[in-house]
């Protein structure tokens, strides 16, 4: 809550305005049962045409100059709220475009854009109403018990006696209805979730002739919902009319003391109608809690998720900065360990090979080995725990990273695109890029057919993630992306993995002409045979080192695989 | 001082939508209602508490109100303690009957969402495999969710709201008329103002909200784009123009919503107001009816209570509406899948079969998913028991088909299908599918234990069984290296293990339902080598003695199988063994040499 807070200061003036402006309606609100009071004593019992016309003349008054205050109170509060969403929303995106791929991993990434996107628009409304109600319903009740003293102090202490009672008791239950919905959120998930497996394995499930099992784990899930809804449902709509209830004899209570005093004389008849009035709108502002109660949990909640993005700690401070080279491609491992922080486990264990500029590296192991962990280290995404990485000669962490990373291309596994043209695409690799070195790129990535094919050729429109483009066709793009800024170290994470045999394989044959230093990892051996050098990781581990008839020679593991792979070929030879 | 029911005053105020398109709004809520009325006791107790606390609101101010004429006309006390003991019971009963109509309602509201989930649930496993086909899983969870608990949150409160509102309404209305109508055409001076009031806010609203929802729409957009595309931004170190563009569609969506909130803003403002205002005319021009004599003091009290009683619902009603009108829109959905027709039906004298033996055989069977666009033709081959076929062929030639047919997830349009000599049609569904096993390539698993998702071959299989599955399918030791062992919880998208281990596991799951005749989706993704190979040998283990068929990538199984039928475009261009075939030097060679030259 705090943090958001601090946002509206920024707004501090509207603010002070939008609640001086409520303050108002306020007290407008709080002086109309007592004006009430005197137009009927003075009045109606006094017969004194005068005063009622001068009294409601001002009731009159007030009634607009509330209204009055209402709407402008309307353009200050949404000033506050939307500009503090605005900051909040500038901040947030600031922060995570800032993150480390650490601190980025840390979140999930949908939880993310929900915390920018949901979140923020309910502390939106939370402000608003903050600015406009919030504070209205507990002052009212204060300012109405302190006017109703002053109408008629007798009169007003059963209110006072019975009011604050009644509030703890709905703060009480209201508080268990919250904590009983929470119960329910998590039921409901339990069955959206069962929906959501049936819908998807609708097949499997079919198969396996499990309808009737099914329909089963849904009703354990159904019925517990059902149940947890009813209790929560009936307490907070059952605390209400209790109040209600107990409210109301209360001013039983008030106008039978009030006959009893405007017999002896004490108590007026606009007096006992004063304090009545202020009983019931004290009662109506009761109504308004559970709602109140409602936004502001929720406001709450999202404020601590906000605040948990804002505040994440910078993790180490890794020095950006450095010395900003141009990068001849030489690379070098020395004794490299690394585990992702906060995980108990190397995935990268005493690592060692240097690589000349120029040459390409195949980097082959199973699922879990260490391939990508490694690819990562190079652009400084993750920093080594122990050893040092060296480019050039020099340790990476000297290297400016802004530099550095303009050397290196780097073709992740998973092709995401922007939404914008094809062009636009390619040129994030470079901006300065004219449209023939566009156009190179994609040559060059084997996609450039593909585009002209397009009606609106290079000014086609992807759609977000590109997904009017198959998986092939999207990493090609990736790859033309990469390869536009002329790297001097590329590397390629598994990601010709969607091309057709034939295109990879010219794909790769392109890749050899190029000057840069190339890292390619691949599931199989064929992609990476021609490589200078290729890396065989086990568990985190290298475990062989040097070309492809080295390997042969010398690597049983490596000879295990190739056998696996290429078996099949050999198999085919002797059948024809 | 009497006070309708409802909680949340100002929770549906504001955003004045467009109300959503119905098209049989009878013929819904009929259905709802006929929902609802598996419970007619409680329902119509409700109802009757309705009725009771809607004319116990409308007698308590009036009792209010005679009171206080007492009070100042200083009667008896005696008398007086009876009106207040009177009053004071009106106010018992009232909330009384209150918290039974809630307790009652709330219980047959979820009762009835209980079981249109269940129904709707039920639907989903009802209809044929063509029916998801069509529609998209975000659209059918939406129905189930979204649609669901909006109707769900308005039988809560709707209908309890809706005909206390109406019947206040009327009720307020009837009684200010007999107690003053002088008194009463002040009140109604404001319904023309809050009439024109909303009308006017809402007809700005309309244009800003829209505004608002374009520029947010493009925001979001925006921040879902580049937060999933968060590595490659900081690869391309594009963090600043990033920013910069973000910074013009937050702008931009700020300012429309300052608009659209200003303007919803003055709708409870436009309310107190009109509060206020009737407030002061009562109380004013009342004053002055009472100076003439023509109303007393007491009646004042009451009008002041009633005209809040009156613009209350008037305002519940008006933000009832769309809530309401969007709760049955989702209802209709709802009822729209519940109408799509299920699988057909088994034809009548169907033969369950227990054991089959495996003997398939397709005579001249034709498919199509769509009239005029033909899946498979005339498809014709032989399978004896225990054989392997596998079926190979490009994207859309028609593989998954085939075995959608044998499934019978569809019937055939033309020939027919025979498994051990009987045709397909007069054996039950359910019956063949017990004898049916199948691995898909996407290696469904559930959100739940290891054991439970293996055991989901067969339910009755004990701890001791689910193991040796497990074992045969080469998924026992990595299943045992989890810290949790075969207790381990796995999430629906498979995190927490490998996509091969996933596979594994669904191999073992087909192990375990030991069925006659198997169907295997072969996975197309990369699979690391070691994986690859136990899942090699396990697949074998499971097609051992088995009718198999195999819509096959890897280069082993197709080898291996005592059959290769090789489609295109729906038909069978090659059929053999892969040395006939290889032979034969026709699409399959060209298919091979294409796969090889890849792997």
Redesign the interface.
Known sequence: MKTVLRYVLTYKKSAIIALLLMGV?LT??LL?PM??GI??DQ???E?D?EA??V???L??F???L??AS??T???F???V???V??DV??DL??R????T?DQ?QRFA?SS??TR??NDVTQV?SFL??AM??MLRAPLFIIGGLILAFTVHAGLASILLLAVPFLFLFMLWMMGKGVRLFRLVQNR?DA???V?????????????????E???HR??DV??P??DE??KA??L???T???V??AM??V??VV??Y???D??VGGAQ?GQ??AV??Y??RI??SF??F??LL?VFSRGRASTTRIAEVLHKDAGEEVNTKGEANTINGDVSFEDVSFRYPGMDVDVIKHLTFSVRAGETIGIL?????GKTSLLQLL?R?YSPTKGQICIDQKDIHTHDV?SL??E?G?V?QEA?L??GTIADNIK??DEQAGMEQVKQAAKDAHIHDFIMSLPSQYETHLG??GVNLSGGQKQRLSLA?AMIKRPAILMLD?ST?AL???T??SVLQTLEHLSCTTFIVA??I?SVQAADQILLLQDGELIAKGEHSELMKDSEAYK??FQ???Q??E??DE?? | MSQSNRSHPHQRRGIPTKPPKIEHMKRTLIRIWRYMMVEKGRITLVLAMVLISSILSLLGPYLLGVTVDKIIAKVEVSTLVWMLVLLACVYVFQYGAVLLQQFFMIGVAQNTIYTMRNDLFEHFHKMGMSFFQTKQHGELMSRATNDMENISRTLNSSVIQFSTSILTLIGTLGMMIWLSPLLTIVTLVIVPILFYGMKWITSRTGVYFKEQQRHLGDMNGYIEESLTGHHIITLYSREAQVMEQFKHKNEAYRNASYWAQTYTGFIPKLLNLLNNLSFALIVGLGGLFALNGWISIGVIVTFTTYSRQFTRPLNDLANQFNVILSAVAGAERVFHIMDEPSETEDEKDVEHVTAIEGKVQFRNVSFAYEKEQPTLENIHFDVKPGETVALVGPTGAGKTTIISLLSRFYTPNEGEIYVDGKSLSSISRKSLRNNLGMVLQDSFLFEATIRENIRYGRLDATDEEVMEAAKKANAHRFIESLPEGYETMLQSDGQRISHGQRQLLSIARAMLADPQLLILDEATSSIDTITEVKINEALSTLMEGRTSFVIAHRLNTIQNADQIIVLDEGKIVEKGTHGTLLRQNGMYASFMQQQLSKA
């Open positions: 309606e407008v609100e109309q004006l009430m137009i009927i009045g109606v019992v017969q045409m009622i016309m009294w409601g003349g009731l009159l007030l009634s607009l509330a209204f209402g709407i109170n309307s353009f509060a949404a000033n709220s939307q500009g969403g605005h929303r500038r995106f600031t995570i475009q800032s993150f791929a980025f990434t993310l854009i920018m996107t939106q608003f109403m406009r109600i409901l069955v959206n979730r929906i959501r497996e049936n819908l998807v394995n609708m097949r499997l499930i079919k198969a396996f002739d499990r309808g099992y099914e329909q849904f009703d159904n019925r919902l059902m809804n009813k449902l009936r907070l709509e059952l209400m009319p209790a209600m209830l109301n004899i001013l039983v106008l039978w009030g006959a009893a405007l017999r008849a006992v109608v009545l009035n009983g019931t009662m109506f109504s308004t559970s709602f409602m192991g199973e699922t879990g080995s652009p995404l802004q990373r303009r290196i780097f992740t995401h922007f939404s994030w690799g977000q993630k992306r598994d993995s057709d045999a034939q990879e394989a599931q199989k064929s295990n695989i696996s792979q290429v099949r070929e198999v085919l059948s024809i």
